[in-house]
């Protein structure tokens, strides 16, 4: 399609290139597409966001959550990558929030696995076993601790996702 600049059909062909980005993002979002390639998605998400005409809130909305929705399945190592590339796209209040919750609950439920699994496994006398539950609940806080970094970087440089960060931290003091 061509942009030309300075023709009469200008702004019409501008707003014929929004509609079919809006329409790849919507597409792109109701693919069922396995968890693994999350991080490509994201960055091609990212390429629409940024390569043309700013996606709308609503659409960074919607692509936020299709990639929250991956989270839950990804291996621990896979989440830090992932989510330096959604950051990118939480530039609105409402997005990195949505981030924010869907980590914290896939943190405590991973966590929550390994501690029950390490109960069980600590009845058993078998060092191998209870070395690769210590090597999962090591994975996973070593993931989370890369998660913090990126975070704490983007705060940093003032990136939107700072409100959510210290809303999160107060209601965390609260408690």
């Given at each position: 399609?061509y942009?030309g ?116 496994e ?5 060092a ?6 210590g ?11 890369t ?18 960060v ?10």
């Amino acid at each position: 399609m061509y942009l030309g600049g300075g023709g009469i059909g200008e702004k019409n062909n501008l707003s014929t290139f929004s509609v079919v980005i809006i329409r790849m993002l919507s597409f792109l979002c109701a693919l069922d597409w396995p968890p693994v390639h999350a991080a490509a998605f994201c960055a091609l998400f990212r390429e629409l966001d940024e390569g043309g005409p700013r996606l709308s809130p609503a659409e960074r909305a919607c692509a936020v959550t299709r990639l929250c929705a991956a989270l839950r399945h990804l291996e621990p190592q896979e989440l830090p990558p992932l989510v330096h590339q959604m950051l990118g796209l939480c530039r609105d209040p409402g997005a990195a929030g949505t981030m924010l919750r869907e980590l914290a609950n896939c943190f405590v439920e991973r966590l929550a696995k390994s501690s029950s699994s390490a109960e069980e496994e600590e009845s058993l006398e078998s060092a191998e076993l209870i070395g690769e539950v210590g090597e999962g609940r090591r994975c996973i806080l070593q993931a989370e601790g890369t998660i913090m970094v990126h975070l704490m970087h983007a705060v940093r440089i003032a990136h939107p996702v700072h409100k959510d960060v210290v809303k999160w931290l107060r209601c965390a003091c609260i408690f």
